[in-house]
């Protein structure tokens, strides 16, 4: 199978990338994603797994739903969030197994630098 071809992404494309990565690079968002992975709660519910207080929670809740990564729907006197796009997870699963194949490397050059 041939590899795709590289072609470099545009100025603006670039901005919007490292938005989206901004939204996720605060671990308080990343442990709501975590929750949520389960499929869609409310905010009580996420309020009891995350231990957050409602407000805190509420301001991430909205960053994250206007950067597109979660979706809100009322249900009753209830919201209801959910993942918009699951591919999410894939990219933390990513970032995960590139952080654990480094921490390896790093273990084994200092494993055969031990005396």
Do not use: W
Request: with cysteine.
């Amino acid at each position: 199978m041939d590899e795709p071809t590289f072609r470099p992404l545009s100025p603006d494309v670039l901005s919007s990338v490292a938005d989206y990565f901004k939204v996720l690079s605060e671990p308080s968002r990343l442990q709501i994603l975590n929750c949520l992975h389960r499929g869609p709660m409310n905010v009580m519910d996420l309020t009891e797994a995350t231990g957050f207080s409602q407000a805190n929670l509420s301001k991430h809740l909205k960053i994250m739903t206007q950067a597109g990564i979660l979706t809100r729907q009322a249900k009753g006197v209830s919201a209801y969030y959910e993942i918009t796009d699951p591919n999410v997870f894939e990219l933390c699963r990513v970032v995960r197994d590139s952080i654990a194949d480094r921490l390896r490397l790093q273990v084994r050059s200092f494993d055969s630098s031990a005396v």
